[in-house]
């Protein structure tokens, strides 16, 4: 970790209020903390945009498992995948809808149009992506 450099922003009064009523309420220790999470959330979603980023994502799955042939769709679909789909959780909610969660890893727009394409095999009921950062460039 780099040396630790103080500055100084300047903000309106009541911007400054509700910024920390919001880290209160989210945990932080300080607004030092909430700010450099600002700034790491800025940096990660701006390597996003330049699409080749490495990344690691959840994509989140509801179906119901009696319509005829999902599993085995959605089962086929990350074997296609095996390179990229690197975890897989199956969860019965009820006798009749099934979650799985499946941890992604690879460049952005690989990893978006996985997701996408799990989430678009007919007979899902719900699907979401949510990606993060490999956390090798933060400090």
């Known amino acids: 970790m780099g040396k630790t450099i103080r500055f100084g ?8 209020e509700s ?11 300080n607004r030092s903390e909430a700010i450099r999470d600002l700034i790491r959330s ?16 959840t994509v ?5 498992h009696h319509v005829r042939d999902l599993s085995d769709k959605l ?6 995948h095996h390179d990229r789909v690197i ?10 809808n099934c979650l ?14 996985i997701a996408n394409e799990l989430i678009g095999v007919k007979g ?6 949510v990606m993060t950062t490999t956390g090798e460039e933060l400090h």
Do not use: C, F
Not at 19 to 29: P, Q, R
Not at 88 to 96: E, G, K, P, Q, R
Not at 100 to 113: A, C, H, I, M, S
Not at 124 to 129: A, D, F, S, T
């Open 87 to 96: 975890s897989a959780l199956h969860v019965h909610l009820d006798a009749h």
């Open 60 to 64: 989140t799955l509801v179906y119901n």
């Open 75 to 80: 089962t086929e679909h990350q074997h296609a």
């Open 100 to 113: 799985e969660v499946l941890v992604v890893r690879g460049p952005v727009g690989e990893v978006k149009r």
């Open 19 to 29: 910024y920390d009523h919001l880290i209160e309420a989210k945990g932080y220790m």
């Open 9 to 16: 922003i300047s903000l309106d009064e009541k911007l400054l």
């Open 42 to 57: 800025a940096l990660v979603e701006e390597k996003w945009a330049a699409g080749d980023a490495e990344v690691v994502g």
């Open 124 to 129: 899902v009921k719900h699907g979401q992506l």
